[in-house]
């Protein structure tokens, strides 16, 4: 019967090693499950992106047609006095402009409290400052993008309120 016994140094070397390829392939699945998380949240974020774009456009318009049925009479007036409808137009799209950047400005800002909140609540997700969080070109996305799809989904209701006649507006008052 013959026993081979290693020596230290070899036994050492040995346990480095394979501690060295279990924390190898530890690393490597960890890549691998935080690229599967991103994908999903990626395809997540193509689906629900467009679906909240397209119902915060529909419900702004909603607003917008609301808000011009509640003007009728100071149209109708506007109207009768001689304004043009496309200052009427202008009005209106100029209103659903300001209160979408005004929007933007306020849902950035919030949401950059809410991750703050978040970030400095939770110990596992550390950000050294709020400067780590903030992206200047998202902001700015978000700065245009906002009042964009504020006047397009306000542009129907404007539309309708520059074209309404006065008599018939100021008949039914």
Do not use: C
Request: aromatic letters at 2%.
């Amino acid at each position: 019967k013959v026993i081979l016994r290693e020596n230290n140094v070899t036994v050492r070397a040995n346990a480095r090693d394979r501690a060295e390829a279990e924390h190898v392939q530890a690393m490597a699945a960890e890549r691998a499950s935080r690229a599967e998380l991103r994908s999903r949240r990626e395809s997540l974020a193509g689906v629900m992106v467009p679906a909240v774009l397209v119902l915060a456009a529909v419900w702004i318009g909603l607003l917008a047609l609301s808000n011009v049925r509640e003007r009728a009479t100071e149209i109708g007036i506007l109207r009768a006095i001689g304004v043009r409808a496309r200052a009427v137009v202008r009005v209106f799209i100029t209103r659903a402009m300001i209160t979408g950047l005004l929007g933007a400005a306020i849902g950035y800002a919030g949401g950059l409290a809410v991750a703050l909140l978040v970030e400095s609540s939770s110990p596992s997700l550390r950000v050294d400052s709020a400067a780590a969080l903030f992206e200047p070109r998202l902001m700015a996305i978000v700065l245009v993008a906002a009042p964009l799809l504020a006047m397009l989904a306000s542009w129907a209701p404007a539309m309708l309120a520059g074209r309404q006649d006065p008599a018939v507006i100021l008949a039914r008052e």
